[in-house]
């Protein structure tokens, strides 16, 4: 047992970079991603997140990224690439925060991680903690960069650069303020909250927006045209269940079946939770 502190402050100062995605792994873009990242450092530790983020669905590679990021060593370097706006004039930034640093298009894809760890304002998507930079210093992009590829031909190399040590502040100017993009936030009156789903996860659980601190004792949940009653502890509570799950937010599920499929539920529909009386 006495060797782990050892091995533990060993690894920790291997670069560490994550990858999230709406790429897919059929085609070459990851995988020429993850060889500009070995070409510049060859002993950074790369792992993927995910790479089935729905074709430009912002808001579900935010909440991919706010749920398995914070659970990284704090130098990390977390790239996102859902970019709808690749080549447009959408800034390319990265954001250092206390629990790591965050590559990508400003388009709202950082927002809900930004938000979760108080690093930055709901209302205007002020930085509070967090610093922004633009990526704009080509010494650190390829040197041809594509108008379609930013995820290789920026991205990757300046995650690359950060991970090995490079500043943040060497990579670009720096920014007062992000864009919040499609992030959607609960609206709360007395007793009711109105959320939407963000994610349907591969069971088929439909995942909301709606976090635990917003919910009553006794609840009543509708969604997908039916009404739930209370909060259930596991996924085998009943047939069809509204629960707390992992990433801390209100999810609808079913008993080893898809409620997701069975209410069908997509992501943008609403989920409304009441105080019941």
Known sequence: MSSLPVLACAVSDRPIITLTTDFGLRDPYVGAMKG???????????????????????????????AACPYYPSHAVHVGVVDPGVGTDRRPVAIAT????????????FSRVLLELGEAEVIDATLRGARAFQLSDPGFHLPDVSATFHGRDI????????????????VGVALQELSLGPLSIPEKSEGVVIGRITHVDRFGNAITNISSDLLPVRALIEVGGVVLQGIARTYQDGDLVALVGSAGVLEVAAREDSAARILRLHPGDPCVVRTAV
């Open 98 to 109: 206390k629990r790591g640093t965050f590559v990508g298009p400003d388009n709202g894809l």
């Open 36 to 66: 500009v990242i070995a070409s510049i450092a060859p002993g950074a530790s790369v792992f993927d997140i995910s790479h089935d983020v729905a074709p430009q669905d912002i808001e579900g590679g935010a909440f991919l990224i706010a």
């Open 155 to 170: 991205f990757a190399p300046v995650a690359a650069h950060l991970a090995v040590g490079v500043p943040p502040e060497d």
